[in-house]
């Protein structure tokens, strides 16, 4: 089976965020960060041995401090309800995504046809899976991802068009110190040169445009909750 092929560059710190400092509120909100992908591979996740042929793009965490070890289910349900506000209004993100939409369409990227993963039979990452651990979430996101499996700590959904097989993989990591906070990593297989070239041209606008306003976006949403009590 292939091997994961990983950056060899340590990846940086790309934005300071305005964090309180600790004990300066109920939640320290540290920096925006890129994190290395090694340190993703070191945690217990079930997608690492689900999906060894998949490449491993981006790994970011978010900005986000809780003392709650079991806070995955509640950020992911306030992530679902913050689902395609990014794509709204006059914003770069916005029109990124509204521009991707209208190429997608024009040149009929995402129809909704059954297509196998790149090099392997199988339509979804869940045939891979025994049954009993398939994801009980039901329907597809708003911009279209399909669940795979929910774990306490970990969730993973994917959607696949015309240049991608791509994997969202979201984990609630024990930072060691009293504190958990969710990362974000990206997998992808690419549909031959098409999905190649279409990962390297987009790369730039993932990593300076739409991941840190997906992280700004997130950790206003989840103080919002926090202050109406909802992160508990």
Known sequence: MPVLRLSKV??????????????????????????????????????????????????????IRTKDADGLAGFIEIGRGQEGSLAQGGGLTARLFRFRRWLGKRLGWDHPVERSIPGCAEKSLRERLPEDERATLAGESNLGFRPVYSKRTENLREISNATVHALIHLAWVDKRD????????????????LGRVYLALIAPFRHFVVYPALMRHMRAAWEQAERQGRTR
């Open 178 to 193: 009293g504190t958990f906070a969710p990362q974000l990593a990206v997998y992808a297989k690419p549909r031959g040169l």
């Open 10 to 63: 340590r990846a940086p710190a790309v934005m300071a965020g305005r964090g309180r400092p600790p004990g300066g509120g109920p939640c320290f909100q540290p920096p925006l960060m890129r994190i290395d992908p090694s340190e993703h591979l070191r945690g217990p996740w079930r997608v690492r041995a689900l999906a060894p042929d998949f490449l491993l793009l981006d790994v970011w965490e978010y900005p």
